[in-house]
């Protein structure tokens, strides 16, 4: 089966802006996704390019799409519903009406993974006005990976990174596309983890580290499951299974926690 796909809008055709800009973004999960669905199917990639026109860009893509014998198509967009929103608002993808259930099952698919990353769970919405649904010859999914104007949202992204939503998307559509992880060189008695880039996390969990016996501290990028028999997170993080969490309403709660847990806070 071949497939097709492209990332919503370009640079001549902008999409929206919050606190990240839709074009840039949008632009590197598709990337991310084409890489890993390339590895079993043939691919088309629809995407425009620097074109003018909404309108005309939008229907290059089906166009490309409809002409190629596409067996699957897919737009990959970040949504946006105010002009700022403190909070978390989510995913979901848009179908046809008519779609089959297999379709279903691969937005759903990818939904859960987004789920799994840290996303809210929109659920499927369901269309027969978007060109994209209604227009092309084969079934079609249009992805709205997160609100680019939620806090949480963009956090959750900054977090995990566009290759892990491009993986997502890719591993919804097939499940048999795996990324194979790394063996660890040994096994720790005790691993503490926490989010890349938190600084304040990196300290907390650096103090947890020094009392407890044949541990390894490192951030989330460079955890590998089984590294550690028991696993340590610190702060707000996602996607790790550990054994104890340390998650405050704020940092010096955190730090609480973890000073209870050593016994150097009664």
């Not at 008695?189 to 103090?207: L, M, Q, T």
Request: glycine content about 10%; proline content about 2%.
């Amino acid at each position: 089966m071949k497939i097709g796909g492209r990332s919503g809008h370009n640079p001549l055709a902008t999409g929206a802006v919050g606190i990240v800009d839709e074009v840039l973004e949008d632009t590197k999960i598709f990337n991310a996704s084409k890489k890993y669905l390339q590895s079993k199917y043939e691919f088309v990639n629809c995407y425009p390019g620097n074109m003018n026109g909404v309108s005309q860009e939008l229907m290059y893509g089906i166009s490309k799409a409809n002409s190629n014998g596409v067996g699957l198509f897919y737009s990959v967009h970040l949504n946006k519903a105010y002009d700022s929103y403190n909070g978390a608002i989510g995913s979901e993808i848009w179908l046809h009406p008519n779609c089959s259930q297999d379709t279903k099952n691969k937005a759903n698919r990818i939904l859960n993974n987004f789920t799994t990353l840290g996303f809210k769970n929109r659920g499927i919405k369901y269309s027969n006005q978007l060109a994209e649904l209604n227009s092309t010859n084969m079934e079609a999914m249009i992805i709205e990976c997160f609100f680019c104007e939620a806090t949480e949202d963009v956090n959750i992204y900054n977090k995990v990174g566009a290759d892990a939503l491009g993986f997502a998307i890719a591993n919804g559509i097939d499940s048999s596309i795996t990324i194979e992880k790394p063996k660890p060189q040994r096994q720790y008695r005790n691993v503490v983890v926490y989010a890349k880039g938190k600084e304040a996390d990196k300290y907390i969990a650096s103090i947890l580290s020094w009392y407890l016996e044949d541990c390894i501290c490192l951030d989330h990028t460079k955890y590998v499951e089984g590294i550690g028999r028991s696993v340590y997170s610190v702060g707000a993080l996602t996607g790790i299974k550990a054994d104890v969490v340390f998650r405050g309403k704020d940092r010096k709660e955190t730090l609480d926690l973890v000073l209870k847990r050593i016994g150097k806070l009664a």
